[in-house]
């Protein structure tokens, strides 16, 4: 089956066709001819979520799915959450925005956090959502050189390497966006 996955993100779509293996021939916007970006006006990670979905959909008329993942920290009001991408600003940069959160969490006693991904996916004829969590804490220096994003700052519970210093496999094995997609196969798999 060939699915849309909205994004332009090849660390994204790596991760998830490792997922799906061989079950699902994964596009990504690219290779859909979808050059722009896409929109992300919504104040929560399934309204965000929905919107990308909805519009590559209407784009190209595969069945499409877009996810919108985050990183929640208790300290700070869960934040950066929804707007994890462009906490430190527009240019979206992994850099600044770890810096950020790093300056944000100075003087916090608690580092605990969590990182959600919620999966939107359409066919013209239905909508469904597809969450996953998985928590951890947020260290104070950064280590390791794989994934993106906070991995290098994430621990996840009853770890004690980063996301970034985690093989691909190990990652995708506890990850937030491989839980959201466990439920997402499950109803892929008996359509």
Not at 119 to 127: L, S
Request: aromatic share 10%; net charge negative; hydrophobic share 35%.
């Amino acid at each position: 089956m060939k699915l849309l996955f909205a994004t332009n993100n090849r660390h994204k779509i790596e991760e998830v066709q490792a997922l799906t293996g061989s079950s699902f021939q994964l596009t990504g916007l690219a290779e859909a001819g979808i050059t722009e970006e896409l929109p992300e006006t919504g104040n929560t990670m399934q309204a965000n979520a929905l919107q990308k979905a909805r519009y590559a959909f209407e784009k190209c008329g595969l069945p499409c799915f877009a996810d919108d993942s985050g990183l929640e920290v208790e300290a700070l009001d869960m934040a950066p959450g929804v707007y994890s991408a462009r906490y430190a600003g527009p240019q979206k940069s992994d850099s600044d925005n770890m810096d950020k959160l790093l300056r944000e969490l100075e003087n916090k006693t608690s580092r605990r956090a969590q990182f959600r991904t919620v999966i939107a996916f359409t066919d013209g004829k239905q909508y469904l959502f597809f969450e996953g969590i998985v928590k951890g804490s947020i260290i104070s220096e950064r280590r390791g050189s794989n994934g993106f994003g906070y991995d290098p700052l994430f621990v996840p519970d009853g770890f004690e390497k980063t996301f970034a210093e985690m093989q691909p496999s190990e990652k995708n094995a506890l990850s937030h966006r491989a839980r959201a997609m466990e439920g997402f196969l499950v109803f892929l798999m008996k359509r």
